[in-house]
């Protein structure tokens, strides 16, 4: 089945500084992946949609500055957490779709990949 | 309002009993899936479904677009299925184009 590698699942950062979390489909060409956001002990929330070759959608309230989106090739996308502060401690998911481009993939089955649980100290 | 809402918000029950979770939205839907969360945080997709009935072994989730509302069953429940399950509907309009929903989730704890 279709596999979905997120790197690094864990990672700890000091205030200030900025995160790279990638997130790579392994046999697959994933033409839109999806950011999420997981409180403790609250359900996902979308952050942004990334399309391949184009630029990031952003959710309501999702700062594109503070949440970098680089969606370079049909195998990768990743997000950058840029001046890191406690607040965006959290976990980070990412998903993508196997089939089809723009309004296609929202009908497409889901691959997530494991996480990243990110502390800023 | 949410516009997913899914009931119970947290579900004990005793290994072999056959569950029930419940999913109603408030929005159009293109799609409903059923998401599984274990402890760890990873997340499996279950089903999509934009009507009727799919069948995964002992899963079976249903949906009724008419009533708005969507159902997990786990038959012959096990220890393992325990984790969050979290139903997400993809809705699109004219004003918000694509938009993502997710219910709150539902915690199972199967126990021996």
């Known amino acids: 089945g279709a596999v979905v590698s997120q790197h690094p699942s864990r990672v700890i950062c000091k205030s200030g500084t900025s995160v790279k979390i990638e997130c790579r489909s392994l046999?697959?060409?994933?033409?839109?992946m999806f950011w999420y956001r997981q409180f403790p002990k609250q359900s996902l929330m979308l952050m942004a949609t990334s399309n391949e070759g184009s630029k990031a959608t952003y959710e309501q309230g999702v700062e594109k500055d503070k949440f970098l989106i680089n969606h370079a090739s049909l195998t990768l996308s990743t997000l950058t957490v840029t001046s890191a502060h406690p607040e965006d401690s959290s976990f980070y998911i990412c998903?993508?779709?196997?089939?089809?481009?723009?309004?296609?993939?929202?009908?497409?089955?889901?691959?997530f990949g494991n996480g990243t649980r990110l502390t800023v100290t | 309002k949410n516009e997913v809402e899914q009931s119970p918000q947290n579900l004990t029950a005793q290994e072999e009993e056959f569950i029930t979770i419940n999913c109603s939205y408030s929005v159009g839907i293109s799609a409903l899936h059923w998401l599984q969360q274990h402890p760890g945080g990873g997340i499996v997709s279950l089903f999509m479904?934009?009507?009727g009935k799919k069948k995964h072994g002992r899963l079976i989730a249903t949906i009724n677009i008419q009533e708005k509302h969507s159902s997990l069953h786990i038959t012959a429940s096990h220890p393992r299925d325990s984790a969050v399950y979290i139903c997400?509907?993809?809705?699109?309009?004219?004003?918000?184009?694509?938009?993502?929903?997710f219910g709150t989730g539902t915690s199972l704890t199967v126990i021996p």
């Open positions: 997400a509907v993809r809705s699109f309009t004219t004003n918000t184009g694509n938009q993502f929903y």
């Open positions: 479904l934009s009507s």
């Open positions: 046999d697959f060409q994933a033409t839109t």
């Open positions: 998903s993508a779709s196997d089939q089809g481009t723009g309004g296609e993939s929202y009908n497409s089955p889901l691959h």
